[in-house]
């Protein structure tokens, strides 16, 4: 089997398994996530219990969904977590977060995602914005600046218009390899998302939204106008106030809301 052992579970290559054993670094994120008693929260891959043993020590319940059926059986089983747990064994990409939400009690997400499935897991979790306060995730540092980043920045792409569409996001801490066991080959970062209750720009179809910014992003040597010429003309960009000249990673958050909500109008007058 792939991976290194720890703590008597190997980790699986195609989990995309590394565990984090830093004592400082754990607490380091137990803080920013600052879990309070009664708090609606939902660690996704739990993995070997690293976040989840400080975090259920602060609260009184905590959801946790998990995917590989030998760690779900390993927490049900745990001595000191085990009541305190609801243990849901599924993939996270597929999951309803929807049915842990509550209308006085919004849901607080964290978890060290994998990852190969860290941004679809995200655009999944968009999904369910409005019935989540906050996430707190460790990622790949380049997803990390990816989400942060601004226009004219060469990791600004469709995961940034998108993330940034529905979230407030703030970079917590960067996270060496020496963190985990087996060591990833990648430097790690932690972030927090807030959604808003309002987005500052309000996009009339997120579907639109989505399919001008994979359009403009797919080809992003393109200028604009060749990018997405079967959606907008010229004269239309002109109309909306966009530079056709620009390329995709020129344009601003609520640039492309703007050209959504046009294509959007075109389509249902």
Same mark, same amino acid.
């Given at each position: 089997?792939?991976? !290194?052992?720890?703590?008597?579970?190997?980790?699986?290559?195609?989990?995309?398994?590394?565990?984090?054993?830093?004592?400082?670094?754990?607490? %380091?994120?137990?803080? #920013?996530?600052?879990?309070?008693?009664? =708090?609606?929260?939902?660690?996704?891959?739990?993995?070997?219990?690293?976040?989840?043993?400080?975090?259920?020590?602060?609260?009184? $319940?905590?959801?946790?969904?998990?995917?590989?059926?030998?760690?779900?059986? $390993?927490?049900? /089983?745990?001595?000191?977590?085990?009541? /305190?747990?609801?243990?849901?064994? #599924?993939?996270?990409?597929?999951?309803?977060?929807?049915?842990?939400? %509550?209308? =006085?009690?919004?849901? $607080?997400?964290?978890?060290?995602?994998?990852?190969?499935? %860290?941004?679809?897991?995200?655009?999944?979790?968009?999904?369910? #914005?409005?019935?989540?306060?906050?996430?707190?995730?460790?990622?790949? !540092?380049?997803?990390?600046? $990816?989400?942060? #980043?601004?226009?004219?920045?060469?990791?600004?792409?469709?995961? %940034?218009?998108?993330?940034?569409?529905?979230?407030?996001?703030?970079?917590?801490?960067?996270?060496?390899?020496?963190?985990?066991?087996?060591?990833? /080959?990648?430097?790690?970062?932690?972030?927090?998302?807030?959604?808003?209750?309002?987005?500052?720009?309000?996009?009339?179809?997120?579907?639109?939204?989505?399919?001008?910014?994979?359009?403009?992003?797919?080809?992003?040597? /393109?200028?604009?106008?060749?990018?997405?010429?079967?959606?907008?003309?010229?004269?239309?960009?002109?109309?909306?106030?966009?530079?056709?000249?620009?390329?995709?990673?020129?344009?601003?958050?609520?640039?492309?809301?703007?050209?959504?909500?046009?294509?959007?109008?075109?389509?249902?007058?």
């Amino acid at each position: 089997m792939n991976g !290194k052992t720890h703590l008597g579970h190997t980790a699986r290559k195609r989990f995309g398994q590394n565990f984090l054993h830093d004592d400082y670094i754990i607490d %380091s994120i137990v803080a #920013a996530i600052a879990p309070q008693a009664d =708090d609606n929260i939902v660690e996704i891959g739990p993995g070997l219990g690293a976040l989840t043993e400080p975090v259920a020590s602060k609260v009184n $319940r905590l959801n946790v969904v998990e995917l590989d059926r030998d760690l779900a059986e $390993r927490l049900a /089983k745990h001595p000191i977590l085990a009541d /305190k747990l609801n243990i849901t064994q #599924a993939d996270a990409m597929q999951f309803d977060f929807g049915q842990l939400a %509550s209308a =006085d009690k919004q849901l $607080r997400v964290f978890g060290n995602l994998p990852y190969n499935i %860290s941004t679809p897991l995200m655009f999944h979790l968009f999904e369910y #914005a409005d019935k989540i306060s906050d996430m707190h995730f460790m990622l790949q !540092k380049e997803v990390v600046n $990816r989400l942060c #980043a601004g226009p004219n920045c060469k990791a600004y792409g469709r995961l %940034s218009v998108m993330a940034q569409y529905y979230c407030k996001v703030i970079p917590v801490l960067e996270v060496p390899p020496t963190a985990f066991i087996p060591a990833p /080959k990648v430097e790690s970062a932690v972030v927090r998302l807030e959604p808003y209750d309002t987005p500052p720009f309000v996009a009339k179809s997120l579907k639109t939204l989505n399919q001008v910014c994979s359009m403009a992003f797919n080809q992003r040597r /393109k200028t604009i106008r060749n990018g997405l010429r079967d959606l907008l003309s010229v004269e239309q960009l002109q109309e909306i106030g966009i530079d056709s000249t620009k390329r995709a990673e020129n344009i601003s958050v609520e640039e492309y809301v703007n050209m959504a909500n046009y294509v959007y109008d075109m389509k249902v007058e």
